[in-house]
């Protein structure tokens, strides 16, 4: 069965420290994936996407995730912290002529000053 | 280039009623998907339309039910609220011919059922 997994449903983070935010799946055929970010009382905002081609995909506000297929995971990173960067972070997963989104339960990020 | 629409921004709603939520997609999209995330966790996919057809659905019952229009403004339904129905509905608009493989995302509507 398909599945997107988030290790750690909160991760604390200095300003200008690295943040690594972890995404794994579960997929019988190779899949499109996904980060969103959610601010409060917001819908979700497409920070990056990664469909075929090169597996490091960079995206908006310094965001980047590189897929590992040995690993099943798409990590998301971004080298130094903003406190802006303080909102719900959602990994997601799609297939090449599906209709379906399958998201992740979410990681939400504090930024610390 | 207008973006993903909802309305209304929150309703309340008490157990055993219907309720009807609206989207009007990004412009020139023809794919709309709902979804209901409930408090503290990710989106659970409901169900999409395309071309006013439904084209796929997830694991939700009949009571949750939509339409799509032929300006691709769409409506998901719900009958017999019932209290574990309180989430936040997202709808999400794509282009079929891009292989649905990007959504935009309307900032919601917050359901609360008591």
């Known amino acids: 069965a398909q599945s997107v997994t988030q290790l750690g449903s909160h991760v604390s983070v200095s300003e200008g420290a690295l943040v690594l935010l972890r995404c794994n799946y579960s997929?019988?055929?190779?899949?499109?994936l996904f980060w969103y970010v959610q601010y409060p009382n917001q819908g979700l905002q497409l920070l990056l996407k990664?469909?075929?081609?090169?597996?490091l995909v960079k995206g908006i506000n310094g965001f980047e995730a590189e897929f590992k297929k040995s690993e099943t995971s798409f990590h998301l990173t971004k080298p130094s912290a903003h406190m802006s960067d303080a909102a719900e972070y959602f990994c997601?997963?799609?297939?090449?002529?599906?209709?379906?989104?399958?998201f992740g339960a979410g990681t939400r990020l504090f930024v610390k000053a | 280039e207008t973006g993903v629409t909802q309305s209304p921004t929150h309703l309340i709603k008490t157990r055993g009623q219907q309720v009807t939520l609206r989207c009007s997609s990004q412009?020139?999209?023809?794919?709309v998907s709902w979804y209901q995330q409930a408090l503290g966790q990710g989106p659970q996919f409901i169900f999409q339309?395309?071309?006013?057809?439904?084209?796929g659905r997830g694991n939700f019952p009949p009571r949750f039910s939509g339409l799509q229009f032929p300006n691709y403004s769409s409506e998901l339904n719900v009958n017999a609220l019932e209290l574990d129905d309180s989430a936040l509905y997202l709808c999400?608009?794509?282009?079929?011919?891009?292989?649905?493989?990007?959504?935009?995302f309307g900032p919601g509507t917050r359901l609360t059922v008591t």
């Open positions: 999400a608009s794509s282009s079929w011919t891009s292989d649905n493989y990007e959504q935009y």
């Open positions: 997929s019988s055929v190779p899949p499109y």
């Open positions: 990664y469909t075929t081609g090169a597996t």
């Open positions: 997601a997963v799609s297939w090449p002529g599906g209709f379906k989104t399958i």
């Open positions: 412009s020139g999209h023809n794919t």
């Open positions: 339309y395309y071309r006013e057809e439904e084209n």
